[in-house]
């Protein structure tokens, strides 16, 4: 478990970032320390793991530790969704679709718990309950949303079907042609809710920014190896989600993603007149490679409508560019009449994937645990994972906790640069399926 010369992959043009609270301000780690646990990663799931050793262990010490700026990692880059239930997992056969029911519960319980601390803390990272509608704007993929749909009825899960002269007035553009819609996902500022997080984690939580760990020696006490320094921990876990194989783990079980989006100026009174006065509102693609667009409280328009397989993760300036382009030709397509609306940020982000779309979630050795790989759903379901992993490494029990041990771990991968011609391969051709929904 080694990374040696860590390299900062993330920009600093991440529209949610600029958009909402400050995040909070973490010295880097310059010299060693011992603590009770020690977490890696402050994302969803690090933070929601420093939440619960607190509630279960007040009196503990926590160090938590992050490669670059707290807050500003993928889980303040994603699109915002809090999903409930997904689109695109099982739903062929009655196992399939008891797997994705008890997948939407734990999804719940993710959703309640951050909703629990968005109320109890007062965050405010523009949270609306108006839930996601599922879109499809090429015919060939309405047979998927009402397959979607029968599942849902089956299934007892409220839903609500949209036509496509209902859906243009909803939506204030008429690219989409069906829509299947949610009521209980949540849409928010993802950056807001992890600086919120931050600014409230209890006072047993020690946070260093900008310290990568460069090795993890474990034994009878854990010792994190940093540039300025060593932190000894009686327990730690791992939470760094698509970072995981470049600190030596799960590299044959899991792989990272590379995803671009923008984010528009606001909509002047105009321009929001122009296309209906439509309240926010989030689109999902009935197509894996289809955009994900939002309209968001603020009357920006966000698109996303790259997925790529960048092995370095770090995005240079001029290949945001060349996304932001993509992404501004999505913008057109959905709202032809808003011309001179241009945009404000690019960003890349991050998500971690395994070939079967199973997360991890283990102990590698003595009091060394590790969770992640939410195969692009990682909001709801990374803060329930870092809740249950420390509950795991507490001795608790629970029927969560159990479900999550039980089911199918990652399968395996091959090395590069086999990996490097199957995944180019394999997102060319859904790239080309999905043409007409990006």
Sequence with gaps: ????????????????????????????????????WVIVGAGFTGLAAAFRVAELNPDDSIILLDAEKAGNGASARNSGYIVDITLNDGGSSLADEQTQLAKSRLNMAGLELLRQQVNQYEIDCDWDESGKLHCAADARNIPKLKNFENFLGRA??????????????????????YAVQTHKGVLVNPA???????????????????????????GDSIRMITP?????????????????????LKSDRVFPLTLTASLTRPLNEQEY??????????????????ATVRLTNDRRILVRNTVEWWPSLKMDETSLAQRRQKNQMGL???????????????????????????????KIENNLYLAGCYNAGGVAMGSLFGKLIVDYASGLESEQLSYVLEQEKPVFIPPRPLLDVGLKTRLAWQRYQGRNEA
């Excluded at 478990?1 to 880097?28: L, V």
């Excluded at 007892?156 to 042609?177: F, N």
């Excluded at 007149?273 to 309240?279: A, D, H, N, R, V």
């Design 273 to 290: 007149q122009s296309i209906g006065k439509p309240e926010p509102w989030g689109v999902l693609s009935a197509s894996s490679m289809g």
């Design 332 to 362: 057109r397509k959905r709202f032809p009449g808003l011309t001179g609306l241009g945009i404000d940020y690019t960003w890349s982000g991050h998500v971690c994937i395994s070939r079967n779309s199973k997360p991890v979630f283990e």
């Design 1 to 36: 478990m080694k990374n040696k010369s860590y390299q900062a992959i993330n920009d600093s043009t991440c529209g949610w970032s600029h958009t909402t609270t400050e995040a909070p301000s973490y010295p880097r780690l310059e010299e060693n320390k011992q603590a009770d």
């Design 156 to 177: 007892e899960v409220p839903y609500k079907i949209w036509q496509k002269k209902a859906l243009s007035h909803r939506l204030g553009t008429d690219y989409y042609q």
């Design 228 to 248: 300025g320094g060593t932190v000894t921990a009686g327990r730690a876990i791992i939470a760094v989600n698509a970072l995981m194989p470049k600190l030596g």
């Design 192 to 218: 807001g809710l992890v600086n919120g997080l931050l600014e409230n984690l209890p006072a047993s939580v020690s946070v260093y920014e900008h310290t990568p760990v460069s090795d993890v020696q474990s």
